[in-house]
């Protein structure tokens, strides 16, 4: 129990990946790999009394010694051109280092492990709250981001091509004392998407990229910016299959490019998936981590097996994307893309997209992922209609700040909503859905900041017993004539279930 027991132990694992023999003798400088490197087997280190209570979670393959590429900037792009550092940086539990390859490519270098101290408030940092926190990092599958490219490639996503190194004990170029923490360490080496990345590197038609916040900026002001909810689903459902589901805004680029057949100014925007860390996660077996899993606690931190654990939770941190790029799409539309997904990520694909884990890590667990992820196809159709069901329960269409034209027709059986942009011209749909009583509650209308217009009509006597309509307007929106079962604001929405609050990045 000594992860629950003093102080914070420092460091979390050994200093160097590499047995403790080797890590006692200096690197050779013209060692270009090593042997026996493992990502932490700290977490290995525990009895099976502790892993019963706290989690098997993936113990081993962390402390499985694996054969390791040594990092050389010198020749780390894949042109074996230079990369030149740039600064520090990383995530919120992640410590990194920005590169600058040929051509104005940027890299990221960060730890294959976890540094989670700032998720704890300065006074627990030294506490035994700590090593818990950092043991919990042991749920998480410390290859698989090595097995998404060629299944993402396999199914039409965008993707980035990470690749593991061991960094050297004396790399001069991890200096200071965060950097110095990825000596003698793994690291994962990525091209970075974001917006000043080159956008034909994730998609070939992009003419730019962008993070979150700055498209969903564009999508609230301008009806000339859309996103593409084909491509969003596709991405949508292999996050589910893998089991990935740390899904938020601030995990995603998006790629602009211009609407085929529109006028030149008008663009879709593609989904380009960032940050693989949860793929193949691992909490609920053991007693704790599977208490606080359940549905009253962190569902969200959804356990990656044959079975689909608890789809709710699984694609929890995905709502804001899957609310504002998905809701045109039909239930037919959902279930054709499963199964297009499902012919895609053939057996053949599948067994050599995990053939690109470390074969020592692909003997403990090879066999099994392949097994779960097999099982997890045949079901993919389920996944697709339980994301369906989930937003078509209370749907919201949104406009932006420019003027929009909200036409409704009300039946006894459901609802059609079309919106349009007069300000685009006779091309002017932004979006036609049919909502059906079996299935919609609720149907929100935010019209935003633009002088709207909204347009309420209903077909037979008994046309308003379907889904309530919720309209916000503003004041210079032209409201619909009253009727039952709708409301009518004057204000845009201000809550927090408003269409355009910020995304949590």
Not at 84 to 90: E, T
Not at 139 to 156: K, R, S
Not at 300 to 327: A, S
Not at 360 to 382: F, I, K, M, S
Request: glycine share 8%; with cysteine.
């Amino acid at each position: 129990m000594e992860a629950l027991t003093g102080c914070a132990r420092e460091p979390y694992g050994p200093p160097d990946a590499r047995p403790p023999a080797q890590a006692a003798r200096p690197l050779p400088a013209g060692a270009d790999s090593v042997r026996g490197a493992a990502a932490n087997p700290h977490y290995a280190q525990h009895s099976a009394f502790y892993q019963a209570i706290f989690g098997r979670h993936y113990r081993q393959v962390w402390a499985t010694p694996v054969a390791m590429t040594v990092l050389n900037p010198a020749t780390g792009d894949p042109s074996g051109e230079p990369l030149r550092p740039r600064k520090a940086g990383g995530g919120f539990q992640t410590i990194g280092l920005s590169l600058r390859g040929p051509g104005g490519q940027e890299y990221a270098l960060r730890a294959l492990d976890k540094d989670p101290r700032k998720t704890l408030p300065p006074l627990l940092r030294r506490t035994f709250l700590l090593n818990a926190v950092r043991d919990a990092t042991s749920a998480t599958y410390p290859y698989g981001a090595l097995v998404v490219p060629p299944l993402a490639q396999a199914v039409g996503v965008p993707h980035t091509h990470p690749r593991l190194f061991y960094a050297r004990p004396n790399d001069p170029a991890l200096t200071g004392d965060s950097l110095a923490k990825l000596r003698g360490q793994l690291v994962w080496l990525e091209e970075k998407f974001g917006g000043d990345a080159r956008p034909t590197d994730a998609v070939p038609a992009a003419t730019a990229l962008m993070s979150s916040a700055a498209f969903y900026k564009r999508l609230f002001a301008d009806p000339r910016h859309r996103p593409d909810p084909a491509a969003l689903l596709r991405a949508r459902l292999l996050d589910a299959w893998l089991g990935d589901w740390d899904r938020h805004a601030g995990q995603w680029a998006w790629a602009q490019v211009p609407a085929p057949g529109a006028p030149a100014g008008r663009f879709y925007y593609q989904p380009v998936p960032k940050d693989r860390d949860m793929v193949f996660y691992r909490a609920a077996d053991g007693v704790f981590p599977w208490l606080f899993t359940r549905r009253f606690a962190l569902r969200k931190w959804n356990t990656f097996r044959p079975n689909y654990h608890d789809l709710g939770g699984l694609l929890q941190q995905g709502h804001y994307l899957d609310e504002h790029g998905l809701i045109s799409l039909t239930a037919a539309q959902f279930q054709a893309a499963a199964v297009a997904m499902q012919g895609q990520l053939t057996d053949a694909a599948l067994d050599s997209a995990l053939r690109q884990l470390p074969p020592a890590a692909y003997a403990l667990d090879g066999p099994y992922l392949a097994g779960a992820l097999r099982q997890r196809r045949a079901t993919l159709p389920h996944v697709a209609a339980v994301l369906y069901r989930r937003l078509s329960r209370r749907p919201t269409v949104g406009g932006t700040a420019q003027a929009e034209r909200f036409v409704v027709r009300r039946y006894p059986d459901s609802v059609t909503v079309a919106m349009y942009a007069p300000a685009l011209g006779p091309d002017s749909l932004l979006l036609a859905r049919t909502f059906f009583a079996r299935e919609t509650k609720v149907i929100t209308l935010e019209g935003l900041a633009g002088a709207d217009v909204f347009e309420v009509t209903e077909v037979g006597p008994r046309a308003a017993r379907g889904p309530r309509l919720a309209i916000y307007g503003n004041p210079r929106a032209r409201p619909p004539a009253p009727t039952r079962r709708l409301r009518y604001f004057t204000a845009p929405r201000r809550s927090a279930h408003a269409y355009t609050r910020p995304a949590e990045e």
